[in-house]
């Protein structure tokens, strides 16, 4: 049957869920317009809800008062979908909320489940799992409450952010950023102990669980995987960040549309085996479904993972779909593929 043969009934019901009380809300919609968007309407049937900045649901791709729903009518609503695609980064959705919330309402879902959003966005845990399969990261301590509970040496009771860099035996510059926040809000590069307060404080804004880290003298290189229906795996091409040397890929360069990605990756064959083998490795033992980006390092001494992203942004020009484009899997096609292995 031809997809112009498809009758309404037969048509894949598919919510795109955009925004979201985080302060990934204007990314999130990007992303949610871009999905939708490129969605084949001959094949699906597209709905929209968009999560409000103060986390209210609304009917369609705006924030329009007119179209507020109750969390009742909105629930109402998902429970009618074949497959719900949640668009959403960052917490309070990427975190496993929104898989948690499909889970009770039983709706296939794009993405991971509760457990690989829960993990993943806790980026001191993601470490612990990595280190546990030696996969190296950036060595770093756990601050909570404004005070160092572990890390590097620490081992007694929580002690002060300075004495914890001491601890820890981490050097200036060092890296500040919340322990559960997307999109670098809430990062700064240390370069002396008397900024590293303040750092820390503005870390705390948005969450209250900091992560200090030893600042990193490398290039920054992502990799992807795809999840098919039946269980196969690609990982995409490695894709380069092109910042400045000793600068930060920071909010603004991700979104400002300056800088450069450079696919493949000017990595060697041993780099870009070990990076495929870290991320297939973190794929499995977080739990992963469907889509998730690995960022990491790469430095002289080897590659160090930066962060998981188990819903990545999403729009044509991102990073995920310009890695699949790139050996032959278009944006359109790699939305097919994901909502063909939730529903799976």
């Excluded at 991700?254 to 450079?262: A, E, I, L, R």
Aim: with cysteine; net charge negative; aromatic share 6%.
């Amino acid at each position: 049957m031809q997809r112009s043969d498809l009758t309404p009934d037969e048509r894949i019901r598919v919510c795109v869920i955009g925004g979201g009380a985080s302060g990934e809300h204007d990314v999130s919609l990007a992303s949610a317009a871009g999905i939708a968007g490129a969605l084949d309407r001959e094949r699906y049937d597209v709905y929209r809800l968009t999560i409000g900045r103060d986390g209210g649901w609304f009917d369609g791709s705006a924030t329009d008062e007119r179209s507020r729903l109750t969390a009742a009518e909105a629930v109402a609503g998902l429970e009618g979908m074949d497959v719900v695609f949640p668009a959403l980064h960052g917490v309070n959705g990427e975190d496993g909320t929104m898989a948690a919330l499909m889970g009770v309402v039983r709706v296939p879902v794009v993405g991971g489940g509760i457990r690989p959003g829960a993990l993943a966005m806790d980026k001191w845990v993601t470490k612990l799992i990595a280190g546990a399969l030696g996969i190296a990261t950036a060595p770093a301590v756990y601050v909570v409450g404004g005070r160092v509970v572990a890390g590097g040496g620490v081992s007694s009771p929580a002690i002060s952010v300075a004495e914890g860099v001491s601890v820890a035996g981490l050097t200036y510059p060092v890296v500040v950023k919340p322990v559960a926040a997307g999109s670098s809000h809430g990062v700064s590069v240390v370069a002396q102990a008397s900024d590293l307060p303040a750092a820390v404080d503005e870390a705390r804004r948005h969450d209250e669980h900091v992560l200090i880290e030893q600042f990193v003298e490398g290039r920054e290189v992502d990799v992807a995987v795809l999840e098919h229906a039946d269980g196969r795996r690609t990982i995409g091409p490695a894709l380069e960040i092109a910042v400045d040397k000793g600068d930060v890929f920071d909010t603004d360069q991700k979104y400002g549309g300056h800088v450069p990605f450079v696919i493949p990756a000017r990595v060697t064959d041993p780099e870009l085996e070990a990076l495929r083998t870290a991320a297939d490795t973190l794929f499995t033992a977080l739990g992963c479904r469907g889509i998730a980006r690995f960022d990491f390092f790469v430095t002289p001494g080897g590659v160090l993972l930066n962060e998981v992203n188990t819903m990545p942004g999403f729009t044509p020009d991102s990073q995920v779909p310009k890695m699949f484009d790139a050996i032959g899997i278009p944006y359109a096609t790699l939305l097919d593929e994901l909502l063909a292995t939730a529903r799976a």
